[in-house]
């Protein structure tokens, strides 16, 4: 019954942005199947075929930004934000390192332990991952990422700090909102949805940066000590 409520809870935090995220996969949808239509009664089939690969790729980034979340099983577990981290780190070093940045983790060890949902979380820091990637695009050496984590009073801070191109106050002010994006192929679920997750985990996610020079995100849960 425990597991049901937990359920019901986590799957209610994320079903305001899951209607959002449904009706925006519509769009694409109906831009296959109207193409589709219109091959057919013209036998025209490669005219359309660019535009109806570009919308299924444009449905699939959308489903990664969002969907992987609900088809996992829904459970949090007591355990050290250390250990969630560094389960995490290899998988982030290795796209990192295809993408020629440089992973640096700083995770202090705790006794104190978080309930968190495993998927739901890597769900947030691959999307934060994903982004700062995303943030270096002209900038070809330097690249840094750093994860950090500390124990402060009966939280744990977990900062994501990159050195990408940052955002202006522009972006800024407008960060959060769904479906906001400043990229041509950009869906603008991942921070709505990371802000989301942690928010229903009972944590804080805050974002700082500075255009130019770079961004960091803070995510505070709370601990039992
Ligand atoms: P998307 O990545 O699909 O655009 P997000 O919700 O993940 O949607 O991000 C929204 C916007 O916030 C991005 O389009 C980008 O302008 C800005 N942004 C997010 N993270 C970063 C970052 N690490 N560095 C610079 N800009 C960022
Ligand atoms: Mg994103």
Redesign the pocket.
Known sequence: FEELVTFQHQMQAVSHIAASVAHELRNPLSVIKGFLQLSHLTSDFQKYYNTIISELNRMN?IIE?FLSVSRKKNDRKWQSPAQLLQSLAELMRAECSLHSVEFQLDIEETFAICHVNESMFKQVML??L???I??YEEQSTGRRLEIRSREVGEQVVIELI?N????PDT?LSQ?GKPF????EK????????CKKIIEDHGGTFD?Q?EANV??R?EMILPLLV
């Open positions: 980034v930004d999307n934060l994903r982004n700062s995303e943030a990159d990408g191109k940052g955002m972006v960060l906001f994006t400043t990229k950009g869906t603008g679920v991942g921070i709505p949805l974002i940066s770079g961004t995100i």
